[in-house]
């Protein structure tokens, strides 16, 4: 039986899922090392610091979320931005995709209270999302960049209501209203 060689793409997989099991609130050296099957040290020597472990690790799970969203919005491209909306705030309210909401709010939550990392964080996962969403605008539209935004802003506030059991409240707003943005 071979044994698999750790390296940071080896390492990633198996510390995403210990973080979308348990959040990061367990997301020290110690606990993350036993979840990949190695110790503390050789993720420092791996990863070279436990912020840039935490940046990859959340980097990875925006990689992973991003991919599933794909994969589920392949078949074909939205015509709308409403069609598109409604489709990412589906998906996003299911099962397979609510343990990277919890790990989200955990991301926002320690943004907003100022600790190391976490802004940065939230910043670079907020411009990947903003940069995927403008590769998904339905063909044609007038403005993908400045829709792309528009629907960011959208998609956040309506899981954030989501998140604290006030979602029928987005729906029926944004049900209401017009995203196409002009």
Do not use: C
């Amino acid at each position: 039986m071979s044994k698999t060689v750790l390296s940071r793409e080896t390492l990633l997989p198996p510390l995403a899922a210990h973080v979308l099991r348990h959040g990061l609130g367990d997301a020290s050296l110690r606990p993350l090392a036993r979840s990949a099957g190695t110790s503390d040290r050789m993720l420092l020597y791996h990863f070279g610091s436990k912020e840039r472990l935490m940046a990859d690790l959340l980097s990875h799970l925006a990689d992973i979320y991003s991919n599933a969203l794909d994969a589920a919005l392949a078949k074909d491209r939205p015509a709308t931005r409403q069609a598109l909306l409604e489709s990412i705030l589906t998906l996003s309210s299911g099962p397979a995709l609510q343990p990277f909401l919890r790990v989200w709010w955990e991301i926002v939550a320690g943004a907003a209270r100022g600790q190391t990392g976490y802004r940065e964080a939230a910043a670079a996962m907020m411009a990947r999302q903003v940069e995927w969403l403008e590769s998904q605008m339905p063909a044609g539209d007038p403005d993908p960049a400045g829709g792309a935004r528009y629907l960011s802003t959208l998609i956040e506030g309506a899981l954030m209501m989501e998140a604290i059991g006030q979602g029928a409240i987005a729906r029926d707003a944004l049900l209401a209203s017009d995203t196409s943005g002009h």
